[in-house]
């Protein structure tokens, strides 16, 4: 199945954004809490770090290590969407376009935000 540029490149932006609600989200940390550990530390001004960590070992360290890697579990992401692209159109057609957009959006607030401290 060969993909048209317009589908190549939405199907980019929403592993983009899939990969990114995944990893980096905090909507989505209740689902990666139980594969890391947290530990805090006290910097040099006084505040307070809350550093996670991948958990040792195991099936929740294998996952704790892929979580905490953007580019893991973007390749996930990818076979995930492309997957569903390409064997369940019906379905992965509407929630592709929905995070391409998303993804969109995402890229276009960075950059405002980019702008704003400049």
């Known amino acids: 199945m060969q993909l048209t540029l317009v589908e190549l490149i ?3 932006l929403a592993v983009f954004r899939l990969t990114h609600l ?3 989200d ?3 940390e209740f689902l ?3 594969f890391f550990d947290e530990s805090i530390e006290v910097e040099e001004n006084g505040e307070e770090a809350i550093y996670l960590t991948p958990k040792k070992g195991g099936l ?3 996952i704790g290590e892929l979580l905490s890697c953007y580019w893991c579990t973007g390749i996930w992401a990818s076979c995930f969407l492309y997957g569903g692209f390409f064997f369940f159109p019906l379905y992965f057609n509407p929630l592709i376009t929905l995070l391409a ?3 969109v959006a995402a890229i276009l607030e ?3 935000q980019s702008w704003k401290t400049d």
């Open 10 to 12: 939405a199907l980019g």
């Open 22 to 24: 995944i990893v980096l």
């Open 26 to 28: 905090k909507i989505t």
């Open 32 to 34: 990666r809490a139980p």
């Open 60 to 62: 929740k360290g294998f």
């Open 101 to 103: 957009v998303a993804g």
């Open 110 to 112: 960075a950059a405002v």
